[in-house]
């Protein structure tokens, strides 16, 4: 079955310091690959997709991700982390290419001052 | 800027009511979609909707219906609520194509008791 891993529940990092949030997916071919987040109380606020082309994807607020085929995987990264990144980050993927969305289970993101 | 719009934040209903929960949008997307948000699962999609009066049930439709009589508008109904639907509920919208993302509302959070 078609599933995506965020295999860090918390991540806590200092405000600056860089980050990276881990996702894998299981799926035979390529999916289409997104990256949301969710500040408390709202909805899904969309940084970053990939369909095709450049592995590297540059998102919204300074965030870029890489899609690796071989590792089957699809990282976000920031460079500088700002407090007002706290916020939970789901992964998911659209095998099918309708928006039928498989999320994985999200990282929450603390930021020390 | 797009907008998905549900009725409801926050609902508090009693175990056995009938549940209407309303979603919107104003971008004239054909696709429509329910999702329920809880802890440690992401979120899950109960249905799915690719035009007026048209449904596909998601990988978790049990105890659930929804109704799409115009093409902005998505129910979800809760024939019987139960204490185990107690989630938060975001509705989502796209458009039909390939290369496309999709739009979530702010959710409603909903409490059986």
């Known amino acids: 079955a078609q599933s995506v891993t965020q295999p860090d529940i918390h991540i806590t990092v200092s405000e600056g310091a860089s980050l990276e949030l881990r996702c894998n997916y299981s799926y035979g071919a390529t999916p289409y690959l997104f990256w949301y987040v969710q500040s408390p109380g709202q909805g899904l606020q969309l940084l970053l997709k990939y369909f095709s082309g450049d592995t590297l994807v540059q998102g919204i607020k300074g965030f870029e991700a890489e899609f690796k085929r071989s590792q089957s995987s699809f990282n976000l990264r920031k460079p500088s982390v700002h407090w007002s990144d706290a916020a939970e980050y789901f992964c998911?993927?659209?095998?099918?290419?309708?928006?039928?969305?498989?999320f994985g289970a999200g990282t929450r993101l603390a930021v020390h001052p | 800027d797009v907008k998905v719009t549900q009725s409801s934040r926050y609902l508090v209903k009693r175990t056995g009511e009938k549940v209407f929960l309303e979603c919107v949008q104003d971008m004239d997307h054909e696709n429509m979609f329910w999702y329920r948000q809880d802890p440690g699962l992401g979120l899950r999609l109960i249905y799915f909707s690719y035009d007026v009066k048209m449904k596909e049930k998601g990988d978790i439709p049990e105890g659930y219906s929804v109704s799409r009589e115009k093409k902005e508008r998505f129910s979800l109904i809760l024939e019987s609520a139960s204490t185990n639907q107690t989630s938060m509920y975001l509705c989502?919208?796209?458009?039909?194509?390939?290369?496309?993302?999709?739009?979530f509302g702010q959710g409603t959070r909903l409490t059986v008791v």
């Open positions: 998911a993927v659209d095998p099918g290419g309708y928006n039928k969305l498989i």
């Open positions: 989502a919208s796209s458009y039909r194509g390939t290369n496309t993302e999709a739009f």
